[in-house]
């Protein structure tokens, strides 16, 4: 599967933005899906996940309530909304699929190629 990520861009503190990935191919719905982010000089870190169908999500504890990941299987389309950002929240996000999978340890074999979020204070 391959996956393209979009949706980054530079805003104000407590503002919103919605990253979007979709996805190639015809098997997305066989595919767990995560968004992680990496910050400069920091190590990728999980962020959010959905199991295949949707109906089970997860979510960092720095995020929980203020992200909300989504999908839609029709569209082959993973989303993260994302409200209230804050500084902190910068970094170049990643979506992820992971084959049969779910949550923040699945085997993401697959990633996008980032999307740069910058919030600034």
């Known amino acids: 599967v391959q996956l393209q990520a979009s949706g980054g861009g530079l805003v104000q503190a407590g503002g919103s933005l919605r990253l979007s990935c979709a996805a190639s191919?015809?098997?997305?719905?066989?595919?767990?899906m995560g968004w992680f982010r990496q910050a400069p000089g920091k190590e990728r870190e999980f962020v959010a996940a959905i199991n295949l169908g949707g109906s089970s999500t997860y979510y960092a504890d720095s995020v929980k309530g203020r992200f909300t990941i989504s999908r839609d299987n029709a569209k082959n389309t993973v989303y993260l909304q994302m409200n209230s950002l804050k500084p902190e929240d910068t970094a170049v996000y990643y979506c992820?699929?992971?084959?049969?999978?779910?949550?923040?340890?699945?085997?993401?074999?697959?990633w996008g190629q980032g999307t740069q979020v910058t919030v600034s204070s």
């Open positions: 191919g015809r098997t997305f719905s066989t595919y767990g």
């Open positions: 992820g699929a992971a084959k049969m999978q779910t949550g923040p340890r699945a085997n993401y074999a697959y």
